[in-house]
């Protein structure tokens, strides 16, 4: 998908998401987008909850703030090294 959109940034450094994109990639107001540096381009990504362990998004629970999956739990739980 090659597909060329140019936003110029406001006084404050913004730039808007256009709603053709936001769709696409199924972002709405308050998710959190990561800003990284790749290859030289700047990147932004939907972040997802994922299990802070095996990267999974399928049935996850909270763990102090951060996400752990079923499978996870489970291994933890079992484990007594």
Do not use: W
């Amino acid at each position: 998908m090659d597909t060329l959109i140019v936003r110029k940034i406001d006084d404050l450094g913004r730039i808007v998401v256009p709603a053709e994109t936001r769709r696409l990639f199924n972002i709405h107001e308050g998710d959190e987008l990561a800003i990284t540096v790749e290859n030289g381009g700047i990147v932004l990504r939907k972040l997802e909850a994922t299990c802070m362990f095996c990267e999974s998004s399928e049935d996850l629970v909270q763990y102090r703030g951060r996400g752990v999956c079923i499978a996870c739990r489970t291994d933890l739980a079992t484990d007594q090294t």
